[in-house]
């Protein structure tokens, strides 16, 4: 009899036949599946422990804890591993760890009876003995390093109290894992507790996840037969389950499965609340007038100084609970105050009425710390200054470029009366009134452009007269500018800048104030034309460029200073010619020379005709005979010279060969100015030169320029002299004297054969000063300088940077020395480092950056004690006003977390809580109304209406079997942070494996 199942089995096995039959014969099928090949699953399991075992993890934690605020204190230490030969799994593993410097043993810890008060093994000793407790558990349930307050600390630590954990990340060249999704999670977990498992690793690993700004882990680690869980939520919306400690209590005791009926596991709990006071949310009386006026723009020839707004720092108060029960506090939804108005007597009083009061009231607290958070994002007016001047060095465009409106067709525009205001002005008097041409001829023009100017008339006479003190402009206004004070540190000599309140030290600071009210770069590029037209004017009148050092260009200035130096050497040569011209009656131009030559000013024999028309000048008188004067020409012999440029007596020295002629000092040029760039530009010409004989002789030429005049100017004073004659002049060092005989000769440098003053004297003719060409020619110098000066607008800032700069150091070493705090920097180093920055060919924009970070930093301190200092002035009912003083000096200088002995109690308690009564943040209606808050507790201390806390942070801990109630006990603990609009809890729940 065949069964209905065999029925179904033949039928099966007939289908499978028949479809066999029809396959092609020549077609075999074969699928091998290898199992002894290790998945990429399998793979990554084995670099984890192949990670664990390199850096030689050990299998136990010693026995010991770690000291009070070590997690802030010490110093952390870090090991990288990389896993990037599984595909899917490339993922960085890094270790951090707190080295055991910072620990003490386990038995110096616990305390020594039950008398003593709780300490972080209190919970432990109920159901652990020391030998077996193991050390991760007693650093979760340490209470030395709760809520570290460091920012760069990991979060881990903070929320977990480990000094010692794995961290996975995805790898830079993972596309896959940057957001993981649930089921790769879980993969990656089971990875870590397999790979844990393994190697016995008791140092608990994490995977981060996400985005990193989340900051999402998970995590396990495996030690004593425990396992233990870390998980993260982060819920945007705060649910009012999670507002309150009764709320996480009972959170917490459903996660652990402690709700049963007779479950009375000690739940430990330690608590801080963070009250913050923002200076931008505060309404001292007086007190935001006064930072007002600080803020107020400053006015030309000042820098600002200061934050810009109001939020550059936070003052935070930590109220904390250490070690409480958690079951013996009360805090509910109800832990709020409301406050209400009513009138009476014309006066209106707030109250603060609470409703159910909460054993969580800052007042209260037993322990107190206040902390001063400078916030980095702060905008500070000074560094801000200073960094976004020097953004502008790079721009390329050129001033002309911004000035287009400027350049229209004026065909229609009156030509006659342009001629004529033209040529007024080139033939002005030299007593005209010194205003800018633009400032009387552009302005005039504008009606008919009919196109808005950056800067008003009004405010550029107002410039003008401040760059140039000297002009009739600057004595209409009758203004008196402010002016820097001279800083008496040595080392702002080294500065390659500009002396304080000079020309370019005015016109730093004017083109910053230009730049920041004035149109930005539009506005800069209008000034430096007018700055121009002002120095071509004064150029062509004759009228030297105020604010700058006299004398030859001094190379330890900024370029810019040695540009006005060599304009105003130019100036005073020239008119220095026209004077001399004008008193000499043998003078060989006239007054109105372009081109003065020069004077001998003594017995000069004039036999040129001169030229009586004012564009006709000369340069030197030469000889057309091509021979020198004196030397016989053809079959007649010229007269013998005649002495010229006689300057003075050279005491009572006589020429060697005629004993009976005295000599004479020559009347000889001055050596030409030289800007530093000038003088780059000569020594790179004199390195190009070949190195042969002709290349040498041409370096010679070069450098003797100066020597031959010298010489040919000595030769046409002192006829008839020879070399030894002028080397009793020019360097009497090289005339040695024998002592025996009285007989003097040349110095063995000075008579080797070949020697280069030999060869510049054989070559230097008889001329005086008057006939050689000229060493310095003012005009071409002159126009060089106003060339030079015709500048990009990345050109203008990048010569005006180094007196900005001195400027700024000036500012900023004013304020420190007027406030008594110690800045974070010492001058002489802020010094040396604007020195160095300056000096270099190459500006180091990354140098820059570090020193306005630290300019950043001074001036953010100083501002934010000033502040501070005015809350405590306008603070009303303060106990101990010069102490809270001293106390806010070093809490501004320390800027680090700072216990309040004492709490509320204590009179510096008092004084902050004073600070943070929010009573105290508003203005009386009227003056002489009687203080708001002056209440009495019953305690005697005056009632205070500080704000709500902006920050909650819980941890509850316990001991407690898991996950059956005859498990072994494990730890527990629940970290909760609750702030506005956010919640994060993070947790580690153990469970027993032996018993579970």
Known sequence: MVTLGETDSRVKYRKQSEERDHLPEETEMFEITDFTTASDWERFIARLEDAIHDWKLPRSLPETTFLKDSFVTGKWKECNSDITDVPDFEYLIKRLYLPAAYAETLEAAIPATRSDPPRLSSLSKTCFSVNEFPALFEQMLSMENDFPNSATLHPLCRWFGLADFLV?????????????????????????????????????????????????FVGVSEVAGFRTLYEIIDLERVPDRMKTLSGLVEIFKDKISQRAEGATQLIKTSIQLTLELNPDEVDFEGLSDELIEDRK????GCLPFGPSEFDSFVLRLLASWPNANADAIEDTLLHSYVPFVFSLMDQIHFLCVFFSPSDLDPLQAPKWAVQLNLNEGSSYRLSDTLMNFAKQVHKKETVQSYLEFLERDIADANAGDQATAVLNRLTGEGDERLRSRLSKA??????????????????????????????????????????????????????????????????????????????????VAYLWHEILLELRYRWENGHLVPGVEAGMPNHGSCLLNQKLQMLNCCIAKREAGRVAAAASNDALAPVHSKSPVYYDGVDADVTDDDDEEDDEFFDCVTDDSGSLPGEAQGPVAQKPLKPEGRKELLGTLTLLRDTGMPLYVPITQESAPMTEDMAQEHLERMVAT??????????????????????SAFKAANPGCVFEDFVRWHSPRDWEVDSASGEGHLSERMSQAGSAWIEAWDSAEPKSVRKQKRLFDECVEAEKVLSYLTLTIGGVFRHALPMLLQAGLTKLFDEMDATEISPPCEKGAVLKSVSRLLSDTNFSWLEYEKLIKLVRLTEQIISTHRTLESVAKKTRD??????????????????????????????????????FDQRNQRSSSREGSPPIGTGMDEKGLKKRCLPAPSLKEFILRTVAPRPYQFSRPGVHRMYTSIRSGEVRIAGAFTEDLMYG
Not at 690 to 711: C, F, I, K, P, T
Request: net charge negative.
């Open 168 to 216: 996975i990340t995805a790898s830079p060249f993972n596309q896959i894992d940057w957001q993981v999704k649930e089921d790769r999670i879980k993969l990656i977990q089971s990875s870590m507790v397999i790979a844990v498992a393994n190697t016995k690793c008791p140092i608990p690993m994490f995977l981060q996840f996400g985005e990193l700004s989340r900051l999402m």
């Open 297 to 300: 723009p400053d006015g030309l």
């Open 442 to 523: 552009l302005y005039s023009r504008l009606p008919t452009f009919h196109l808005p100017v950056p800067i008003d008339a009004e405010s550029l006479n107002e410039i003008l007269a401040y760059l140039f003190p000297d002009s009739e402009l600057a004595k209409d206004e009758q203004r008196v500018f402010p002016a820097f004070s001279e800083r008496s540190e040595s080392a702002f000599k080294t500065i390659k800048g500009a002396p304080i309140n000079s020309l370019p030290f005015r016109l730093a600071l004017t083109i910053q104030f230009v730049f920041d009210n004035y149109g930005g770069l539009l506005g």
């Open 690 to 711: 070949d190195d042969d004989e002709d290349g040498r002789a041409a370096r010679m030429r070069m450098q003797s320029v100066a020597l031959v005049s010298d010489m």
């Open 878 to 915: 303060l106990p101990d006003r010069d102490g809270f003083r001293s106390f806010l000096r070093t809490m501004v200088e320390a800027r680090q977390l700072t216990a309040i002995p004492g709490g509320a109690r204590s009179p510096l308690g008092q004084c902050l809580a004073a600070i």
